[in-house]
């Protein structure tokens, strides 16, 4: 049996935000995002329930995954997981 490979990556200005309530509009998303600094763009992927949030710095986006690692997100009281795309 294979034993998985940790893999350190860098931190990046992209963020996959999961378990987006079904009809969760772009300006939701932003909300949670922009208090942290610049959104410059917002995937939603509805289909999927996901979206990828794209900050203007990496340091936006970290301390985004940092504040909500103590503090649950949530759109419309539907917990969201977050976490810094590599």
């Known amino acids: 049996m294979k034993k998985a490979k940790v893999v350190e990556s860098a931190p990046s200005r992209v963020l996959h935000v ?3 309530p079904p009809d969760c509009a772009e300006p939701e998303i932003t ?4 208090p ?6 917002v995937l939603l992927l509805k289909g999927k329930n996901q979206a990828f949030v794209q900050m203007h710095q990496v340091q936006d986006a970290v301390a985004l995954i940092q504040y909500y690692s103590m ?9 969201l997981w977050s976490s810094v795309c590599s």
């Not at 909300?31 to 922009?34: D, K, R």
């Not at 942290?36 to 763009?41: K, L, Q």
């Open 36 to 41: 942290f600094g610049h959104v410059e763009r």
């Open 71 to 79: 503090v649950q997100a949530n759109i419309r009281f539907v917990l």
């Open 31 to 34: 909300s949670i995002a922009v």
């Open 18 to 20: 999961r378990n987006l």
